[in-house]
């Protein structure tokens, strides 16, 4: 079900546009928002409340990068993988960041803290090598600033 | 030197708010071209010489006169910010977006005037969530102060506004892909005809313009069509915002007349290559645009003289390839995020792309053959403009098709020594 503020959310967006599905991305980021993923329960709240079905909802949920369709831990960390950030060292930074938490690229810690992707290019590529965590950007990553970053995340 | 997009902007990092904004002239453009004659500001943005910034160059005013007028067309029109800013290497709309969201609600209050938009939206990636924050917050103040919403400036008009943040993904960008993604769809492609000036968002007259196209406006109305050519070194108006990424000393985003020389960037604003490093090429404008080399160093980076050098202005901002750096490791990186993004509308682009990107990884791995070149080069033919239904794989051809050719001696020696030669020397 979703929660009251969740429709709230849901139906401010929708009033926008003259057609109600037409803010089913906008329902997926709430939802993703306040539970980390969209379930698929949450696909079918959110098919329902848009008056469309789950099919529908879903075919659009696993078009975007952002959203997620499969739990992620705690802290989602997304590095880029783009072309400045690869050639000012992003194979090093995913490599550090791979063995400090002990996890592939798509995975979550075994304590749920942290799920580690790779994100295209974040605008930022002046400042590379970069990464966002929690949807923060965090530029000119070397592996000891790494370390920093991830200490700030519980 | 005048930086006219820029100049508000605060040097340390914050936003600029409504009433600094306005001190500092704000607002004063969308005052005045609410006394005009929209087909007057149509006019003047057609003299002024102003040209797309969001990678394809096509002339702003030309693409506002298509647009259906007059008290029979369609109703309500659209006009949409494209704010989504995915090409790798590309870094430039967040510098406006950030630092001066004003300048851009101000730019689509005057657009909006000129093609009779009622509607609008901000188009914005999911990443850029400070740039978010901003823009709502401009467009909070905006309202508030009666600059948005109903009867604007006191003109009769309305313009609603709204922020829209994507779920993420490059096709987004693709105008067509985008309207489809703001009706809460997956951002394939849209058949043109029919144009999205006559039938775009929902159906109704829509344009679509870059957020640099949109922050030029209220300049070009306050100080003229003549004034705006005079910025520019070369036949292309205006100022440009040009960036370096890379290994140069000091990568960056600066605003400089359009037609500055790729040299005078790299050399002067980029502070020249990192020590230890030399300069072998550049994408002047983005992931989609093909290399240049040192022999095009002293090309202006305009539209004409770019493509005149056989590549494109794109976005303006540029990727540079060092001598410490693989160019078959840069190309796959480069194919391999082409191939994710695809949409998979068409069957060139999807299964050429993935091709190419398995056929790259073969070569930097030590596994390449001759053969393998020649099937690139049919890649590139495959997915060449005309034959698919939107320009990402043509796009993607460019780095690809222009690596083979100035640096063929790279693939060759991966394939004669059966391995990547800076991977096992780094
Ligand atoms: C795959 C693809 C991605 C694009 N991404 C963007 C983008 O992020 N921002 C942008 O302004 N234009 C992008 N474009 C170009 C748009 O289709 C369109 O030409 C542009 O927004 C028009 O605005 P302009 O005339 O002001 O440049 C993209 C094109 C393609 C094919
Ligand atoms: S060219 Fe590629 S991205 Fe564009 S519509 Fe075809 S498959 Fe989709
Ligand atoms: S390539 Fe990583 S931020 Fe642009």
Redesign the interface.
């Known amino acids: 079900m979703l929660t009251p503020e969740e429709q709230r959310e849901i139906e401010e967006e929708a009033a ?4 109600r ?6 329902a ?2 709430v939802v993703q928002k306040h539970r980390g993923w969209v379930s698929d329960e949450s696909v079918r709240d959110i098919a329902e409340f848009l008056h469309t079905s789950p099919e529908d909802i879903d ?2 949920a696993t ?5 997620f369709r499969k739990p992620v831990g705690r802290h989602v960390i ?1 590095i880029c ?4 950030c ?3 060292g992003y194979d090093k930074m995913r490599d550090h960041l791979k063995s400090r938490l002990g996890v592939e690229m798509g995975q979550t810690t075994s304590d749920g803290r942290f799920t580690l992707l790779p ?10 090598p970069t990464m ?1 965590v929690d ?3 965090h530029a000119n990553l070397d592996p000891a600033k790494i370390d920093q970053i991830l200490e700030r995340y519980e | 030197m005048e930086t006219p997009l820029t100049a508000k902007i605060r040097p340390d990092g914050e936003m600029i708010d409504l009433a600094a904004y306005e001190r500092a002239g704000g607002y004063q453009a969308a005052r005045q071209a609410m006394q005009m004659a929209p087909a007057d500001i149509v006019e003047v943005v057609k003299k002024s010489g102003l040209r797309g910034r969001g990678g394809a160059g096509f002339p702003t005013g030309q693409k506002w006169s298509f647009v259906p007028s007059g008290p029979d067309s369609a109703r309500p029109k659209y006009l949409v910010a494209n704010g989504d800013e995915m090409e790798p290497g590309t870094f430039k709309d967040r510098v406006l977006l950030e630092g001066d969201p004003h300048e851009l609600v101000e730019g689509m209050i005057i657009s909006a005037r000129a093609i009779g938009a009622e509607r609008g939206y901000v188009f914005l990636r999911g990443e850029y969530t400070d740039a978010g924050e901003r823009i709502e917050r401009a467009l909070h103040e905006a309202k508030s102060e009666g600059y948005l919403g109903q009867n604007i400036f006191g003109s009769g008009a309305d313009f609603d506004l709204r922020l829209h943040m994507s779920g993420g993904r490059y096709m987004c960008g693709e105008e067509t892909g985008l309207l489809n993604a703001l009706e809460g769809k997956r951002a394939n492609p849209r058949a043109k005809p029919p144009f999205p000036q006559v039938s775009g968002l929902f159906g109704k007259p829509t344009i679509v313009q870059n957020i640099e196209t949109l922050c030029n406006i209220p300049h070009i109305v306050e100080k003229g069509p003549e004034w705006f050519q005079k910025l520019s070194l070369t036949g292309d108006a205006g100022t440009k915002l040009y960036g370096a990424s890379g290994k140069v000393k000091k990568p960056g985003c600066w605003e400089l007349p359009m037609g500055t020389t790729m040299r005078e960037l790299l050399e002067k604003h980029a502070g020249g290559m990192q020590d230890g490093v030399q300069f072998r090429g550049a994408l002047p404008g983005g992931a989609s645009t093909d290399f240049l080399t040192a022999d095009h160093l002293d090309v202006p980076m305009d539209f004409t003289a770019v493509a005149k050098a056989g590549s494109r202005l794109g976005t303006g901002t540029m990727i540079v390839l060092d001598d410490k750096t693989c160019p078959v490791g840069m190309v796959w990186n480069l194919e391999h995020f082409f191939a994710q993004e695809s949409c998979g509308w068409c069957t060139p682009c999807w299964s050429g792309l993935h091709w190419a990107e398995e056929i790259l990884a073969a070569i930097e791995a030590g596994r390449g053959s001759t053969e393998h070149l020649a099937r690139l080069d049919h890649i590139c033919k495959m997915i060449a403009p005309g034959n698919t239904f939107c320009a990402l794989a043509p796009g993607a051809a460019e780095p690809l098709q222009s690596a083979l050719k100035y640096f063929p001696e790279d693939f060759e020696r991966h394939i004669r020594e059966k391995r990547c030669p800076w991977r096992d020397g780094r």
């Open positions: 926008h546009y003259p057609v599905r037409a803010a089913c991305i906008d997926l980021r075919s659009v078009f975007y990068n952002l959203i997304m993988d783009s072309v400045s690869w050639v000012m994100v295209v290019c974040l605008g930022a590529c002046d400042r590379a966002i949807g923060q950007l």
